[in-house]
């Protein structure tokens, strides 16, 4: 596979047999004590240390039939559930392993687990048995790369470091070296979609996995390579680099974690070596003819040498993200894709203003209307293809009024207004000269802070003579619970609030964005990353 460093046997000569790393496995019969074992493809020799399938139970495992290209990490990941690996020994000319467990219980219940489970590594069917062994050595001078993954896996091992799906727990980070790294998205003014990040990162080595998730109220990712090397590589050329100009910032860790367990290929999570997974229970698959029209536009990204910045053009980026999520921009031409479609709405609830609100977190709204026919569906134009790409990402899924909404881009190039003298209840808006837009002025400050919805609310604009306690009383008069309140030190004219959920926190930033506080000051309300 390109850009993954393959075992390169590095042995000794001894008469005609070329000899991988004078490893050796010790075996309960003494005269196995020296036993070595050729692992450079010159299969003619007979592996002397091969086991049978009825071995008695060890805990060094035997497994066979491995594919090709398999790295050292995926063996060692298939042992981690049940203990500590304490050692491995790759035999790549064999499509073999051996990997030793610390205690061999954990390799009693591995092979019980597996003898009912079949294993798959990249898509293949593997074979694990005992084997006649009862401890591995090798010479780490000559095996060091396994040894550096595998001292990698120990530094961190917990007792189980596989993560299912989006549910991530991590905190702590390691300096030892893992195939994975955790990645966060600061400044996200245009969209980063999974394939982006599969894109910048494909030129340091092949990218076996990727999950993508919201934490901490921040974008943020976890990508597996094949080899510790590339993730490496991949870390010291692109942390701190912005994707597009001046924004989207990389920050880049090692992960805790050293193998994913990707269930769904879908626009959140993706498992390269397996095209055959669903694309997950309610969650879209990609879109083949988004993941076409991204291909064509790839190129913009392309990372121009291995440690040049990522800064490409915004007409540029706003083409990448056009392609990566089929949204019009200014000057690209990608059909309607300015309108929004929101469905599951609370009819009895729901207003022109109240979408207005929510949705000008993320973008310049420029017309509402509330569907007559279907009053839980409304159409929202916003100012341009990369803010209704920013609204649906941020705000689908979440809850308004009580129900999880749906957002999705609409086929309709642009929101009619009623005809002249037609009532339609009130049910369609013009925002276009609404004075509340966060965008209109270019350099914005609120570029820079672009959130998804969160408990925590970020409050602006503050007049002296109003305090914590009013704050929080009006706050609570939403109808939800104020958990903290902190005034920013330097100024008090910023406050940071905490609601007891997103969803309180949605209902009050909708009430009372914009509220009159008096001497002319207008409450601004937006979502925080922090937390109190």
Do not use: W
């Amino acid at each position: 596979m390109d850009g993954i460093v393959t075992d390169v046997a590095v042995g000794v000569k001894r008469g005609s047999d070329e000899l991988l790393s004078g490893s050796v496995l010790n075996s309960p019969n003494s005269n196995m004590s020296s036993l070595v074992v050729t692992a450079n493809g010159n299969d003619n020799k007979k592996f002397k240390g091969e086991d049978k399938m009825d071995g008695a139970p060890s805990r060094v495992l035997h497994i066979r039939k491995l594919p090709g290209e398999v790295t050292e990490t995926e063996v060692i990941a298939l042992g981690l559930p049940f203990g500590k690996v304490t050692n491995i020994l790759m035999l790549k000319g064999k499509n073999q392993a051996f990997l030793e467990l610390a205690t061999e219980e954990a390799a009693i219940t591995m092979v019980n687990y597996y003898s009912a489970v079949t294993p798959h590594l990249r898509n293949q069917p593997i074979y694990i048995q005992y084997s006649n062994h009862k401890e591995l050595k090798t010479d780490n001078t000559l095996n060091q790369r396994a040894q550096a993954v595998l001292q990698a896996v120990t530094a961190v091992q917990t007792t189980n470091t596989s993560i299912s799906g989006t549910t991530v727990s991590e905190s702590a980070v390691t300096p030892a070296q893992s195939p994975v790294l955790r990645i966060i998205i600061d400044n996200m003014y245009y969209p980063v979609t999974l394939d982006v990040l599969h894109q910048i990162f494909s030129k340091f080595g092949a990218v076996l996995k990727i999950i993508t998730f919201t934490k901490n109220n921040q974008f943020q990712a976890l990508l597996q390579y094949g080899d510790p090397v590339n993730a490496q590589q991949a870390k010291l050329a692109l942390d701190g680099q912005n994707i597009y100009n001046a924004c989207c910032t990389l920050r880049i860790d090692f992960s805790k974690l050293v193998n994913l367990n990707v269930k769904y290929n879908n626009d959140k999570s993706r498992d390269y070596t397996r095209p055959d997974l669903p694309s997950g229970d309610g969650q879209p698959a990609l879109d083949p003819a988004i993941a076409a029209a991204f291909a064509k536009e790839t190129s913009l990204l392309a990372v121009p040498g291995a440690l040049s910045p990522l800064g490409i053009p915004n007409a540029a980026a706003a083409a990448a993200a056009a392609a990566a999520g089929r949204v019009g921009m200014p000057g690209v031409s990608a059909g309607g894709n300015t309108v929004l479609l929101v469905s599951n709405l609370n009819e009895e609830m729901v207003t022109p203003q109240s979408l207005f609100t929510l949705f000008g977190v993320y973008g310049d709204v420029q017309r509402v209307k509330i569907l007559y026919n279907k009053k839980d569906s409304a159409l929202i134009q916003m100012a341009d293809g990369n803010q209704s790409q920013l609204a649906m990402s941020h705000l689908n899924g979440q809850k308004m009024y009580g129900k999880i909404i749906r957002v999705t881009l609409s086929k309709h190039q642009t929101v009619q207004l009623p005809r002249e003298g037609l009532d339609d209840q009130g049910l369609t808006k013009d925002f276009g000269n609404s004075p509340l837009h966060r965008f209109k002025k270019p350099g914005s400050k609120n570029f820079q802070n672009i959130f998804p919805p969160s408990a925590t609310l970020h409050l602006s604009n503050i007049p002296p003579s109003v305090s914590e306690d009013d704050l929080r009383t009006l706050f609570a008069n939403t109808g939800g619970t104020v958990k903290a309140f902190k005034f920013f030190q330097r100024d008090h004219k910023m406050a940071l609030l905490q609601m007891s959920t997103v969803e309180e926190a949605i209902q009050a930033l909708i009430d009372l964005h914009n509220y009159n506080l008096g001497e002319n000051h207008h409450l601004r309300v937006s979502f925080s990353k922090s937390t109190i």
